[in-house]
Nanobody
Framework: QVQLVESGGGSVQPGDSLSLSCTIS????????MGWFRQAPGKEREFVGA???????????DSVKGRFTLSRDIADSTKSIVYLRMNSLKPEDTAVYYC????????????WGQGTQVTVES
């Protein structure tokens, strides 16, 4: 069992940058793949990106590739933090962003953060 706590988010203008963070803690937290998803009003939740347990391998949705960057730090022996750096933000990036965790062999993400709002508007 792991716990996920997100922070960051807010309102920015198009072209601005913003960073989100997700702290994972709990049993064997270091073994989990960390992903980010988002859900805009009236739309289904979509995959944004994911980073493996080492923090060295990341995958991104085409819609954010080249603008968003994932990184992962081992904060201490009890938790690690995953950062989602978002550059060149567009109005269509407006959504509630969720971090999620799964073990590498699992198909689905089993643990979810509470979500944080990102709004991009002029």
């Amino acid at each position: 069992q792991v716990q996920l706590v997100e922070s960051g988010g807010g309102s920015v203008q198009p072209g601005d940058s913003l960073s989100l963070s997700c702290t994972i803690s709990g049993r064997a937290f270091e073994l989990y793949v960390m992903g980010w998803f988002r859900q805009a009003p009236g739309k289904e939740r979509e995959f944004v990106g994911a980073v493996d347990r080492s923090g060295l391998v990341a995958d991104y949705a085409d819609s954010v590739k080249g603008r968003f960057t994932l990184s992962r730090d081992i904060a201490d022996s009890t938790k690690s933090i995953v950062y989602l750096r978002m550059n060149s933000l567009k109005p269509e990036d407006t959504a509630v962003y969720y971090c999620a965790a799964k073990l590498a062999d699992d198909h689905a993400y089993n643990f979810w953060g509470q979500g944080t709002q990102v709004t991009v508007e002029s």
